[in-house]
């Protein structure tokens, strides 16, 4: 350390340890002989000002759990220098190492000290971001005790250099410790729910003298997302509740913030029923009431929302700029944000009830009870997916190559498309896939994969794709007009890669899916639904242009989201609210 403005007021003793961002040296005030904590921060790139914009709050207030800053010497693009109270009895990663582990009172009363200096911390809209024994400060009581338990201390929250303001939005990069960091960290999202993990995996380790999880980053992160804790190594039965409130892998299922979490906790200690508000369940009931008609199921004003895809289960998945959520519509509730970010791309639904989901960091695979596994990055965004279970293999495009992958991301085979604006559609099967190019020169690209020696060809098509399928009469694509005098149609590829067409479509026909045997089709007011053998067909009339339908064949439900004039709605209706123009072949 060299500064001459610190050494005029400061006795610098030695190096007391490391922050997230800096080292920490212990010193002596010349003046009043109090031992301090001096951090140093390097300048630079990364000016301090930043760090100084997250700290300004703890100049203005004081909280008995919260390390109290007593002076700033700031250097611009120098280094800068942060004085705070000297916790003399070390860190409560300090004390682990010398208990190992401590008592269930002990435990409840560290964890109750935290959870205040926290709950400060969310009222002013902070969000700590790094909570670890480590940044978990003693002080004694009294000021020449011998301290031999936890309780005889008092606990304060220091290293706010990675705190973000809440109000700023929910997300941050993640530069927390992966050791105690929530899941949904790992994903570079935060909220004050993702404390109260770090929390909980704080009380874990001081009642059973394990850490939560143990591995690299990698190993951590899958652990987090995928694997439950062994909470049969807590044997207080009511800290084992509060751990598993706490560590819940959603964050809407823990305690909002860290003021709820204490209102769960005192519940508990005081053996007194928990109160409704005190728990965050998984599914949300909702308060839209059927059709008098029964025709509309549900009516969800949801704004920003994209895309829905539906699940094996009968559920559907809904994507929107906020994540993506679980919807029920036969029973009228909803799991927000089961996904931290939206779904662009979902397979069909495997046997097991299985999807895998292209989000815009992660290709991963959401199971039928829920559990989201992410596998890889990929490289660019992902517009079409689709899974091959027999062959273990996924088929990715984006708007200019298509590649076929294993479920880990190893490359099989990769193809250019050229799709520019317009996304691509494919199609993936056991033998090969397809894939659509345009709208400059619209064409199918049909790969064959099941022999030795992969091949490939290009079939010109009379008009850009909208989706497409494989059936045992070869591929159909659904086109759609580019201008006047064209008409959207479905067609099929005969042996000689000539396109017959199978029937003609309505005009002014915005999108469509192929979902199996049924073929989706926007328009401006209206869903039509067909089977491609032409045995149904029927016509959903819409109060709203539909941005995207999709149809659930286990719950025999349309979902549609619907753009008007004020906002975007989602809309759940059964198999029987169709209009009259319902026809089904003879």
């Not at 004003?301 to 993506?324: E, I, K, M, Q, Y």
């Not at 069909?348 to 992410?374: F, I, K, M, N």
Request: glycine share 6%; proline share 6%.
């Amino acid at each position: 350390m060299d500064c001459q403005e610190i050494d005029k007021e400061y006795q610098v003793l030695g190096l007391a340890g490391s922050g997230s961002t800096g080292l920490v040296y212990r010193a002596k005030h010349r003046l009043s002989g109090e031992d301090v904590a001096i951090k140093e921060y390097p300048g630079g790139e990364t000016p301090f000002s930043r760090i100084l914009q997250e700290l300004s709050f703890l100049f203005s207030t004081r909280h008995p759990n919260l390390v109290t800053c007593l002076n700033l010497i700031y250097g611009g693009y120098r280094r800068s220098y942060l004085v705070m109270e000297y916790a003399r009895n070390g860190s409560l990663r300090d004390f682990l190492n010398r208990e190992k582990q401590v008592s269930s009172q002990e435990a409840l009363a560290a964890v109750e000290q935290v959870l205040e200096g926290l709950a400060h911390l969310h009222a002013e809209g902070v969000i700590h971001c790094d909570l670890k024994p480590e940044n978990v400060l003693l002080f004694p009581r009294e000021e020449d005790s011998e301290l031999v338990k936890l309780s005889d201390q008092i606990l304060k929250i220091t290293d706010f250099d990675v705190s973000v303001r809440a109000g700023k939005g929910d997300t941050t990069k993640s530069q927390g410790s992966p050791m105690y960091m929530a899941p949904e960290q790992f994903y570079d999202k935060v909220t004050p729910s993702s404390d109260l993990y770090s929390v909980g995996a704080i009380l874990f380790e001081l009642v059973t003298g394990h850490f939560l999880f143990e591995g690299d980053t990698s190993h951590l992160f899958s652990q987090h997302l995928n694997v439950e804790p062994d909470f049969d190594l807590i044997q207080d039965e009511k800290i084992r509740e509060f751990c598993q409130a706490l560590l819940k892998k959603d964050p809407y299922q823990r305690p909002e913030d860290a003021e709820a979490a204490l209102v769960l906790l005192r519940c508990l200690v005081k053996d007194k029923p928990i109160a409704p508000s005190c728990k965050r369940w998984e599914w949300f009931e909702l308060d839209y009431v059927r059709n008098p008609t029964k025709k509309t199921l549900l009516r969800l004003p949801v704004p920003g929302a994209t895309r829905c895809f539906p699940l094996a289960s009968g559920d559907f998945l809904l994507a929107h700029r906020n994540g993506t959520d679980l919807l029920s519509g036969s029973q009228s509730r909803l799991s927000p944000n089961r996904l931290l970010e939206p779904a662009l791309s979902v397979s069909s639904p495997q046997p097991d009830g299985s999807v895998y989901v292209a989000c815009p960091s992660w290709v991963g695979h959401l199971s039928s009870e829920g559990r989201w596994t992410p596998l890889f990055r990929p490289l660019s965004r992902i517009r079409a997916l689709d899974y091959c279970p027999r062959s273990r293999t996924l088929l990715l495009a984006d708007c200019k190559n298509v590649k076929l992958t294993t479920t880990f991301g190893d490359l099989v085979v990769s193809l250019p498309l050229g799709n520019y604006f317009l996304d691509p559609a494919v199609a993936l099967w056991e033998e090969g896939f397809l894939a659509t190019s345009g709208p400059s020169q619209p064409s199918l690209l049909l790969c064959h994969t099941g022999s030795a020696e992969t091949s490939h060809r290009r079939i010109p098509l009379p008009a850009p794709a909208l989706c497409c399928t494989m059936t045992a009469q070869g591929p159909i694509v659904a086109t759609f007009a580019t201008s006047q005098g064209e008409e959207p149609a479905l067609i099929r590829l005969k042996k000689n890669d000539e396109w017959e067409v199978m029937k003609t479509l309505e005009p002014g026909l915005l999108g469509a899916r192929f979902q199996g045997d049924l073929l989706i089709q926007r328009y401006e007011d209206r869903i039509v639904t067909s089977s491609l053998e032409g045995e149904h067909e029927a016509c959903h009339s819409t109060r709203g242009t539909p941005l995207d339908a999709a149809w659930n064949y286990q719950s025999r439900q349309l979902i549609a989201i619907l753009q008007s004039q004020r906002f975007t709605e989602v809309v759940v209706t059964s198999e029987g609210s169709v209009d009259n123009t319902e026809r089904r072949a003879s």
